[in-house]
């Protein structure tokens, strides 16, 4: 009998452990849940006696890893800073790994102990990372199978509130981690386009936002996402004129999220200064960037109220992210939006063409979001696939392999997360 575990049940594992339950039961495995708050894994879970519930603080080692042991199969949605605690264990245990993150360097360095072991890690395994690298290389691999030649590569993916749940001026609610919502950007961005590297600071992301459209919806906006040269190589497109991955946002965002981050408040390092006690006080800085256009954003957050600041916030953005959590909450009967939008040129047989791949969810409620759908579903996918002998890899990986993305985007499509194309000759272009 397979034993997974899942740790953490946070605000994106909704739909994960909906899917882990049933599958469960369809295959015979067992299923344990572990999170600092035991009632939200009860909540989540219904109660089910078909799950393990455990309350746990992940870095006591004896706790975590008796779980860790006892599993075949580890997936990790915790904080990304938390993932390499269990990494470590699986190593020492010798059990398969998944996580929606990034892939952390430290994790990547356990490349060979991983391969010893006959183990698969798989990272980057969600929505942005994860579909948008399958959907991607299954575009790319058939482009080249065909004998084609990509010049530019465009991938943009967002998390947004659905249009009949719009009624903010930020046209933006809380669907995932606030925490990396504050945070978003912070490192900068590297990118490609016609032939040059650009490099374009914290501070720059969000002005002057470039934007795309997608059938069926207003314009949307888009900034440039992380380092995307790093995919240059794992998507085999070193030599392409353009490489850029972006976020999603509306316009309105943009504009109201730059003055933001021109007037530091988003800054998780500094404490507050003791005789800041409001929120008045506390968004001063932001005074000089206001204009009409994002002012009606800043009053939405209520940056300029007399309102007293709680006491247990250090840091600006913990200002900040309380102001999002409260201020940009999703009612129960809200639904999110998941927009992807893949852009790709490419030569073939003396033509120039365009690849237009999107993807549009929108989820059931404040709970069965749909970015917890998107996240959750390709994570729970690959741990069945894995357990049930389909994918036998080993070793640290990302899904850009066919072994993992045809059988995983294949279950996403029946699911109804399914992507639609259009293939438009590049001569046309200019002239719709």
């Not at 199978?145 to 719009?166: N, R, W």
């Not at 906006?221 to 509306?250: G, H, K």
């Not at 003055?259 to 800054?267: E, F, H, K, R, S």
């Not at 005074?287 to 109220?305: I, Y």
Request: with cysteine; aromatic share 6%; hydrophobic share 45%.
């Amino acid at each position: 009998m397979k034993h997974i575990v899942l740790f953490g049940a946070g605000k994106s594992a909704t739909v994960l452990i909906d899917y882990l339950l049933a599958e469960s039961t369809a295959n015979d495995w067992t299923l344990t849940i572990a999170d600092a708050d035991l009632q939200q894994v009860l909540e989540k879970t219904k109660h089910s006696p078909l799950a393990a519930a455990v309350g746990i603080d992940i870095t006591n080692y004896l706790q975590r890893s008796e779980l860790v042991e006892q599993a075949d199969l580890v997936i990790s949605m915790m904080p990304p800073a938390l993932h390499y605690l269990l990494a470590a264990d699986c190593v020492k245990f010798g059990k398969h790994l998944l996580t929606a993150s990034y892939l952390d360097p430290a994790i990547k360095a356990l490349q060979s102990k991983i391969e010893d072991k006959k183990i698969l890690f798989l990272c980057e395994m969600g929505l942005d990372p994860g579909i948008d690298h399958m959907s991607a290389m299954k575009i790319l691999d058939t482009i080249r199978l065909a004998g084609g030649k990509v010049t530019s590569f465009k991938s943009h993916c967002g998390g947004l509130i659905a249009p009949e749940s719009d009624d903010n001026p930020w046209h933006y609610k809380i669907s995932w981690n606030p925490r990396n919502v504050v945070l978003a950007g912070k490192a900068g961005a590297t990118y490609k386009r016609d032939g040059l590297v650009h490099q374009q600071p914290y501070q720059e992301l969000f002005q002057r936002c470039a934007e795309i459209r997608v059938d069926g919806l207003p314009s949307l906006a888009i900034y440039p996402n992380r380092d995307s040269l790093t995919y240059l190589p794992l998507y085999v497109l070193e030599d392409v004129q353009t490489f850029v991955r972006t976020t999603i946002r509306y316009p309105e965002y943009c504009a109201g999220w730059d003055a933001i981050i021109q007037a530091g408040l988003t800054d998780d390092q500094a404490l507050l200064p003791g005789e800041i006690s409001t929120i008045k006080e506390w968004a001063t800085p932001i005074l000089p960037f206001v204009t009409a256009a994002n002012k009606p954003l800043l009053e939405f957050l209520d940056l300029f109220s007399d309102q007293m600041l709680p006491s247990n916030l250090k840091t600006s953005a913990d200002v900040l992210q309380w102001l999002l959590e409260t201020r940009l909450v999703m009612k129960a009967t809200d639904k999110d939006m998941i927009v992807m939008l893949h852009e790709i040129e490419y030569v073939s047989a003396g033509e120039t063409r365009k690849i237009e791949s999107s993807l549009v969810v929108r989820g059931e409620d404040h709970l069965r979001t749909a970015m917890a759908k998107t996240v959750g579903l390709p994570l729970g996918i690959a741990a069945k696939l894995i357990l049930n002998g389909t994918i036998t890899l080993t070793g640290v990986h990302i899904p850009i392999l066919q072994e993992i993305y045809e059988p995983v985007l294949a279950e996403l499509e029946a699911a109804g997360i399914c992507f639609s194309e259009k293939n438009i000759l590049k001569s046309s272009l200019s002239n719709s």
